[in-house]
């Protein structure tokens, strides 16, 4: 790495320190190459693995990726299937290499009717890296307003009272409470809305949209949006 580019990385470095990602395009990618949607999620997971390295070597800490939503139950079964099947290999394929490398992967959302199989595997890889030095956040069975339900839900059963209750301790009954704020938010594949997607988490996060689909988006990419970040102002509602 020349001098350049790692003073580059270290000026980053101070400046973001969470990434979340709504993979999005890997269906319309598969049907662009004449491939069943699947082979396009497959593509997409190959992806992940770069996008994890080049986000450590650029000094990001969390990186989250919206993986399958509360909504996505409603696709097809045999997609839907080979999804939950896609998610069980790749953490028997890739997860001994983030725990070598001490990458822990973390879990936000429901278990609650996911395959029990893979609810082991999630639970297990959850407590493999206990002092990691990058997390990835895998958002399955996920949506950011049954989130904000369960949290209620728990405090409800903390019996804490309005009174007692503000941002700050709100925070500690999220999927990511022990985690900072995205700083960047990247949706691939054109759209430009949130999809239900870390709703609380994202009040002042700094969005980035491109057209590329997810099984497309590479180094480049990455390094477009966070090029991008280093030239915006954030305020968080004050004045400059």
Same mark, same amino acid.
């Given at each position: ?11 980053? #470095?101070?400046?973001?320190?969470h990434?979340?990602i ?9 049907s ?6 699947? $082979? ?7 992806v992940? $693995? ?15 990726l ?12 045999n ?6 099947q896609?998610?069980?290999?790749? *953490? ?28 082991e595997k999630?639970i297990?890889? $959850?407590k493999?890296?206990?002092?990691p ?7 399955? #069975?996920?949506?950011?307003?049954d ?9 409800? $059963? ?9 941002? #700050? #301790?709100?925070?500690?009954? @999220? ?8 700083? @960047? ?11 239900n ?9 700094? *969005? ?32 400059d």
């Amino acid at each position: 790495m020349g001098k350049e580019r790692k003073g580059d990385y270290e000026r980053l #470095n101070s400046l973001i320190t969470h990434i979340a990602i709504i993979m999005d395009g890997n269906g319309r990618w598969a049907s662009r190459q004449g491939l069943p949607r699947l $082979e396009g999620h497959k593509k997409g997971t190959e992806v992940i $693995e770069t996008i994890v390295e080049e986000c450590h070597q650029r000094g990001v800490s969390f990186l989250t990726l919206y993986s399958f939503s509360t909504e996505n139950w409603k696709r097809p079964l045999n997609e839907v299937e080979g999804l939950m099947q896609l998610f069980s290999q790749s *953490l028997d394929k890739y997860g001994p290499k983030l725990k070598e490398r001490q990458f822990r992967i973390k879990f936000l959302g429901k278990k609650e009717g996911l395959p029990s199989a893979l609810v082991e595997k999630m639970i297990y890889w $959850e407590k493999a890296v206990p002092e990691p030095i990058f997390t990835l956040n895998l958002a399955i #069975n996920y949506g950011g307003r049954d989130e904000i339900v369960r949290a209620y839900q728990k405090i409800l $059963e903390k019996k804490l009272t309005a009174s007692s209750l503000d941002e #700050n #301790n709100f925070r500690n009954f @999220l999927d990511t409470k022990t985690e900072p704020d995205p700083d @960047l938010l990247i949706r691939t594949g054109g759209e430009k809305r949130l999809s239900n997607f870390l709703l609380w988490q994202t009040a002042y996060s700094e *969005l980035w949209f491109t057209d590329i689909l997810w099984p497309d988006f590479g180094k480049e990419e990455l390094d477009q949006a966070i090029e991008d970040f280093s030239r915006r102002k954030r305020k968080f509602g004050g004045i400059d």
